[in-house]
């Protein structure tokens, strides 16, 4: 039981960020400064970062708890799902009234999937090494 609703709620948030991204958005995101000015970044980027990240967070909190999103090699199913999710994400864009695709965007959301995936390994390494 806990398995399934593990399953649908990924489905649901991946049908929701899919969802999201044909939506036309108008406004402006301006950037976000770090530090004193040294490094700028665009809020929608940190955006992108921060969502994708935490989508590898939800799947680290469902192989924490014995949860596993696919029968067979769950973890590659869902680096390609992820990846897949945020190049479509941003491609569809093209064709969006008042939404444009932007590489950085897809750069932004493979540097959230390697941050939370980083994150995922480094973790894992810590726990093989306390057994």
């Not at 014995?66 to 680096?79: D, E, H, R, T, V």
Request: glycine share 8%; net charge positive.
């Amino acid at each position: 039981m806990i398995q399934r609703i593990y399953r649908y709620i990924f489905w649901a948030g991946y049908l929701a960020v899919l969802f999201t991204a044909v939506i036309p958005v108008v406004g402006n995101l301006d950037k976000v400064r770090l530090g004193r000015g040294i490094f700028e970044i665009r809020l929608d980027h940190l955006l992108h970062v921060s969502a994708y990240f935490l989508i590898c967070m939800y799947y680290l909190f469902g192989r924490r708890k014995g949860l596993k999103l696919f029968k067979k090699n769950s973890a590659a199913k869902f680096i390609l799902l992820t990846v897949f999710l945020g190049v479509v994400t941003e491609i569809v864009q093209i064709w969006v009234p008042a939404r444009a695709f932007n590489v950085m965007d897809i750069v932004a959301n493979l540097a959230g999937i390697g941050l939370g995936m980083g994150t995922i390994a480094l973790l894992d390494s810590k726990s093989r090494k306390q057994e």
